[in-house]
């Protein structure tokens, strides 16, 4: 499964997307909890990202915007649960230009025959909010998002590789 799976059945308020990378789950933990590497995946094309902090522990929070070619910034925020690790992380997730409308996002990395599936589901408050941020482009999102998140894990294992 190399393909990213992204399903949102009719009348749940639910996102589930799925996708096996060629790397260890510590390297996908690394790239969802460093902001330096954090910076080279997330968000869409042509915008830059910056990451104001991000604390990652229980109780820990995160904040940070992409600012896009004309200067307008998209601020982002959201308060970890739990002890992320190299098995999960489970966060809150806001977009501040639609305050209140928060998600509960769990991302698993497992690790199978050498590769991970990252999955990540995430909960919305209603399926109309779930419906507002599919059709706000959260697909074309991701796919992007994932295709720079590959090409950056092929990038630490082959740094790993050439460390050994």
Same mark, same amino acid.
């Given at each position: 499964?190399?393909?990213?799976?992204?399903? =949102?059945?009719?009348?749940?308020?639910?996102?589930?997307?799925?996708?096996?990378?060629?790397?260890?789950?510590?390297?996908?933990?690394? =790239?969802?909890?460093?902001?330096?590497? !954090?910076?080279?995946?997330?968000?869409?094309?042509? !915008?830059?990202?910056?990451?104001?902090?991000?604390?990652?522990?229980?109780?820990?929070?995160?904040? &940070?915007?992409?600012?896009? =070619?004309?200067?307008?910034? &998209?601020?982002?925020?959201?308060? &970890?649960?739990?002890?992320?690790?190299?098995?999960?992380?489970?966060?809150?997730?806001?977009?501040?230009?639609?305050?209140?409308?928060?998600?509960?996002?769990?991302?698993?990395?497992?690790?199978?025959?050498?590769?991970?599936?990252?999955?990540?589901? =995430?909960?919305?408050?209603?399926?109309?909010?779930?419906?507002?941020?599919?059709?706000?482009?959260?697909?074309?999102?991701?796919?992007?998002?994932?295709?720079?998140?590959?090409?950056?894990?092929?990038? !630490?294992?082959?740094?790993?590789?050439?460390?050994?």
């Amino acid at each position: 499964m190399t393909e990213t799976r992204i399903i =949102a059945e009719p009348g749940l308020p639910l996102v589930e997307v799925t996708r096996e990378f060629d790397a260890p789950p510590h390297l996908l933990f690394r =790239a969802h909890v460093e902001p330096d590497l !954090l910076v080279r995946w997330l968000g869409t094309d042509g !915008l830059v990202m910056t990451v104001d902090h991000l604390d990652a522990r229980h109780g820990g929070t995160w904040r &940070y915007s992409h600012r896009d =070619a004309g200067g307008n910034d &998209y601020g982002f925020h959201g308060v &970890y649960h739990g002890t992320p690790s190299p098995d999960h992380i489970t966060q809150t997730f806001e977009f501040e230009g639609m305050p209140g409308h928060v998600s509960l996002e769990t991302i698993t990395f497992e690790e199978r025959a050498g590769k991970t599936v990252l999955r990540l589901l =995430a909960v919305f408050q209603s399926v109309e909010d779930r419906d507002g941020k599919l059709a706000s482009g959260m697909e074309s999102g991701i796919h992007e998002s994932i295709r720079r998140l590959d090409a950056l894990v092929a990038t !630490l294992v082959d740094n790993l590789a050439a460390v050994r």
